[in-house]
């Protein structure tokens, strides 16, 4: 496991990813607002997670893994932007998450999609149950046809797999 956390009577603490909570969190807040993730953010994400990660597993290791862990998402999910499946902004989230929890980018990503799926099914029924009782204009209905497809804000999928990460450590 390539989180470090401290242990107290058996509780653990991961004072470690409250940062990364915290800019994900900010993430997300921005995401849903304008549809976009700061450029801002995501530097102080990187420079937190590299400074924590040179603190908590020391400097060459801890950069390094840091390194990793930022390069992992971005080579990974590339494909992924060029079908404009995921947005950049949502790699770059990725890739702070990377930068606090190194090789751990891999959990961090799978729960993050799994996380994601269960938005959609989550959307899916919502719209489903509200085309059949006949909840939603008749406009609506033809304004979604015309869109083609529905967006959904990816950055709440990432905060839920870290959240999920963390619970698992």
Same mark, same amino acid.
């Given at each position: ?18 940062? /990364? ?6 993430? #997300? ?19 937190? @997670? ?5 603190? &908590?597993?020391? /400097?060459? *290791? +801890?950069?390094?893994? !840091?390194?990793? =862990?930022?390069?992992?998402? #971005? &080579?990974? /999910? ?8 995921? +947005?950049? @902004? %949502?790699?770059?989230? /990725?890739?702070?998450? @990377? !930068?606090? &929890? ?9 729960? !993050?999609?799994?996380? =994601? ?9 919502? *719209? ?11 406009? %609506? ?6 869109? +083609?497809?529905?967006? #959904? ?17």
């Amino acid at each position: 496991m390539c989180a470090y956390h401290l242990e107290r009577g058996g509780q653990q603490l991961i004072i470690f990813l409250i940062p /990364l909570i915290a800019t994900v969190s900010m993430a #997300v807040v921005t995401d849903f607002r304008s549809w976009k993730i700061p450029n801002k953010l995501v530097a102080v994400g990187l420079i937190q @997670g590299f400074v924590v990660s040179a603190v &908590v597993r020391g /400097l060459p *290791e +801890g950069l390094l893994s !840091s390194a990793k =862990g930022c390069v992992i998402p #971005v &080579v990974i /999910l590339y494909v992924l932007f060029l079908i404009k499946a995921l +947005g950049a @902004g %949502d790699i770059k989230l /990725l890739a702070v998450a @990377g !930068s606090f &929890v190194g090789l751990d980018i891999y959990r961090v990503m799978i729960y !993050s999609f799994l996380a =994601g799926g269960v938005i959609s099914i989550i959307y899916l029924l919502k *719209e489903f149950i509200l085309s059949i009782t006949n909840r939603k204009k008749l406009s %609506d209905r033809t304004e979604c046809s015309r869109v +083609g497809k529905r967006r #959904v804000h990816f950055s709440a999928a990432i905060l839920g797999g870290i959240l999920y990460y963390a619970t698992t450590l």
